[in-house]
């Protein structure tokens, strides 16, 4: 259902450049959720201990390059 979604990288309207499209969960941090998160249903239980909860933030970048190299690094393809 979702084979044609690819990983982009955009230039954000705060002049900072990440990834839109089908996101794979290894470009990610899990982080602790905020109440904001938990609000929006975008919090899940900590994988190890389920004890905290917790969110996934993808990470923005000062330049295109830097974000096609964080990607490159973690052997995610993603389109020009």
Do not use: C
């Amino acid at each position: 259902m979702f084979s044609n979604l690819r990983v982009h990288i955009i230039q954000f309207p705060s002049k900072r450049w990440g990834f839109v499209g089908t996101l794979p969960i290894i470009l990610a941090d899990e982080v602790p959720a905020t109440e904001a998160d938990v609000m929006g249903q975008r919090a899940h239980w900590e994988r190890e201990e389920g004890s905290r909860l917790m969110t996934w933030k993808f990470p923005t970048f000062d330049t295109a390059d830097d974000a096609r190299n964080y990607a490159a690094a973690r052997k995610v393809q993603v389109q020009a």
